[in-house]
Nanobody, 115 residues
Framework: QVQLVESGGGLVQPGGSLRLSCAAS????????MGWYRQAPGKQRELVAN???????NYADSVKGRSTISRDNAKNTVYLQMNSLKPDDTAVYYC?????????WGRGTQVTVSS
């Protein structure tokens, strides 16, 4: 059974930082592109960042320069370091694993940026 379990969300003040983690099980982690998506209330889910098995990364313009995605294949875990957080970053953040024929999602972790 495939599981993607996110952690690290919470309440943070504007300008603060968070590190999200997603632990994967039940998949051959190395072969999957791993990504973080987010969905704010009333908005569509959007890509935040992803990282391929080769380590190539891609970021949404809204987080570029403030966020870093990384993966530890030995731990089957993907991370998202977010800095200089803004209220607009408030959303539920979802972990995603994607191959050519499979697409899996975690249940999400809430990130709230507020003073």
């Amino acid at each position: 059974q495939v599981q993607l379990v996110e952690s690290g969300g919470g309440l943070v003040q504007p300008g603060g930082s968070l590190r999200l983690s997603c632990a994967a099980s039940g998949i051959n982690f190395f072969f999957y592109t791993m990504g973080w998506y987010r969905q704010a209330p009333g908005k569509q889910r959007e890509l935040v960042a992803n990282i391929t098995s080769a380590g190539s990364t891609n970021y949404a313009d809204s987080v570029k320069g403030r966020s870093t995605i990384s993966r530890d294949n030995a731990k089957n875990t993907v991370y998202l370091q977010m800095n200089s957080l803004k209220p607009d970053d408030t959303a539920v953040y979802y972990c995603n694993s994607r191959s050519l024929i499979r697409d899996y999602w975690g249940r999400g972790t809430q990130v709230t940026v507020s003073s």
